[in-house]
């Protein structure tokens, strides 16, 4: 042991507990072909020549969960917080078709505890597993004159592959086509510091505090990880042509949907086609939000947004539904721009 370095805030021991007690949890994300090397070295290893593919083009995803993370320190809760890192980076490259092929993730802490080390990692391999990906690196920085005891940041990295003839840009949108939302299982991680602003400067409310409405508590409400659509939509991609997707981030529908639509089309979505869940309502009643300010910060029920042709909706709804999802057609592309809510 480094009694220098222990001095200055970093446990060394700490660290290498920490390392022992995510191996079980890596070791899930391994099955798939292509993965090198183990736990522990100084890079993560992938066998491209593993891969089927004939001209396959490389997809890349990063991004953290923001703020999202305060409700999990607040709770004391850090085993569903990787799912939502993962989440919001393998969501991403699906929209252009392509499979996640392996992920590293970055844990910064103030201070190193293995046990909550342990939780952080334990979500981010439930996320690799239910996307596909391996977990083949990753590095916890410990920083206590960056973090206050407690405290902390996460944020990861993937790597997917899609045959070129099969990348989705959206350049085969065209007006006509139907748009098909998946559901989202809550908030998922954007928009939390309007939530965080509305909940506890300004209405002072207890985590803890249970919403008949919500049939629950308010800190597990908002802390339900994001849905990770990839193994559905790779279902799906499968059996149909889908010209154009979108994941319903930052900025809702206003800002995600045109992301998939070519110039000259615009999207006309129903927003009584689909549930929208409690948690939105209550916020927007507690925040008095207007309405339509709503759509243009969250996704509203909608986590991700699949556009193909009409011709092929029934199949695409059968499709999804036997993949486990629960589709709803809530809208169409027509020429002009944007998005038009109904």
């Given at each position: 042991?480094?009694?220098?370095?222990?001095?200055?805030?970093?446990?060394?021991?700490?660290?290498?507990?920490?390392?022992?007690?995510?191996?079980?949890?890596?070791?899930?994300?391994?099955?798939?072909?292509?993965?090198?090397?183990s736990?522990?070295?100084?890079?993560?290893?992938?066998?491209?020549?593993?891969?089927?593919?004939?001209?396959?083009?490389?997809?890349?995803g990063?991004?953290?969960?923001?703020?999202?993370?305060?409700?999990?320190?607040?709770?004391?809760?850090?085993?569903?917080?990787?799912?939502?890192?993962?989440?919001?980076?393998?969501?991403?490259?699906?929209?252009?078709?392509?499979?996640?092929?392996?992920?590293?993730?970055?844990?910064?802490?103030?201070k190193?505890?293995?046990?909550?080390?342990?939780?952080?990692?334990?979500?981010?391999?439930?996320?690799?597993?239910?996307?596909?990906?391996?977990?083949?690196?990753?590095?916890?920085?410990?920083?206590?004159?960056?973090?206050?005891?407690?405290?902390?940041?996460?944020?990861?990295?993937?790597?997917?592959?899609?045959?070129?003839?099969?990348?989705?840009?959206?350049e085969?949108?065209?007006?006509?086509?139907?748009?098909?939302?998946?559901?989202?299982?809550?908030?998922?991680s954007?928009?939390?510091?309007?939530?965080?602003?509305?909940?506890?400067k300004?209405?002072?409310?207890?985590?803890?505090?249970?919403?008949?409405?919500?049939?629950?508590?308010?800190?597990?409400?908002?802390?339900?990880?994001?849905?990770?659509?990839?193994?559905?939509?790779?279902?799906?991609?499968?059996?149909?042509?889908?010209?154009?997707?979108?994941?319903?981030?930052?900025?809702?529908?206003?800002?995600?949907?045109?992301?998939?639509?070519?110039?000259?089309?615009?999207?006309?979505?129903?927003?009584?086609?689909?549930?929208?869940p409690?948690?939105?309502?209550?916020?927007?009643?507690l925040?008095?939000i207007?309405?339509?300010?709503?759509?243009?910060?969250?996704?509203?029920?909608i986590?991700?947004?699949?556009?193909?042709?009409?011709?092929?909706?029934?199949?695409?709804?059968?499709?999804?539904?036997v993949?486990?999802?629960?589709?709803?057609?809530?809208?169409?592309?027509?020429?002009?721009?944007?998005?038009?809510?109904?």
């Amino acid at each position: 042991m480094s009694k220098a370095y222990e001095a200055s805030g970093v446990n060394l021991e700490a660290g290498y507990e920490s390392v022992e007690r995510i191996k079980k949890h890596v070791s899930r994300t391994m099955a798939r072909p292509g993965v090198m090397g183990s736990v522990g070295a100084f890079g993560g290893m992938f066998d491209l020549s593993e891969l089927p593919h004939k001209n396959p083009v490389l997809v890349s995803g990063t991004d953290g969960v923001g703020t999202k993370l305060m409700i999990a320190i607040g709770m004391d809760k850090h085993d569903t917080i990787g799912i939502d890192a993962v989440a919001m980076c393998v969501n991403d490259i699906v929209v252009q078709g392509a499979e996640p092929l392996y992920f590293l993730d970055y844990v910064a802490v103030g201070k190193n505890d293995p046990a909550q080390i342990e939780a952080i990692v334990a979500g981010i391999a439930e996320g690799c597993v239910q996307s596909g990906a391996a977990l083949i690196g990753g590095e916890t920085a410990e920083m206590p004159d960056m973090y206050s005891d407690g405290h902390y940041d996460v944020a990861g990295f993937t790597v997917g592959v899609v045959e070129k003839d099969e990348l989705i840009t959206g350049e085969k949108v065209a007006a006509g086509d139907v748009i098909i939302g998946l559901p989202s299982s809550g908030i998922h991680s954007n928009g939390y510091s309007l939530v965080r602003k509305i909940l506890f400067k300004d209405n002072n409310i207890d985590l803890n505090s249970h919403v008949e409405t919500l049939g629950t508590t308010v800190g597990e409400a908002i802390l339900e990880p994001t849905r990770i659509y990839v193994k559905p939509i790779l279902t799906l991609m499968k059996e149909i042509k889908i010209h154009g997707m979108s994941h319903i981030t930052g900025g809702g529908f206003d800002e995600n949907i045109p992301r998939a639509l070519p110039n000259g089309c615009k999207a006309v979505v129903d927003t009584s086609s689909f549930p929208v869940p409690p948690i939105f309502e209550y916020i927007k009643k507690l925040g008095n939000i207007d309405g339509r300010e709503m759509y243009n910060v969250f996704n509203m029920g909608i986590g991700f947004a699949i556009i193909i042709s009409a011709d092929d909706k029934a199949r695409a709804m059968e499709v999804l539904k036997v993949a486990g999802e629960t589709p709803y057609v809530i809208g169409r592309v027509e020429s002009g721009d944007g998005v038009e809510l109904l």
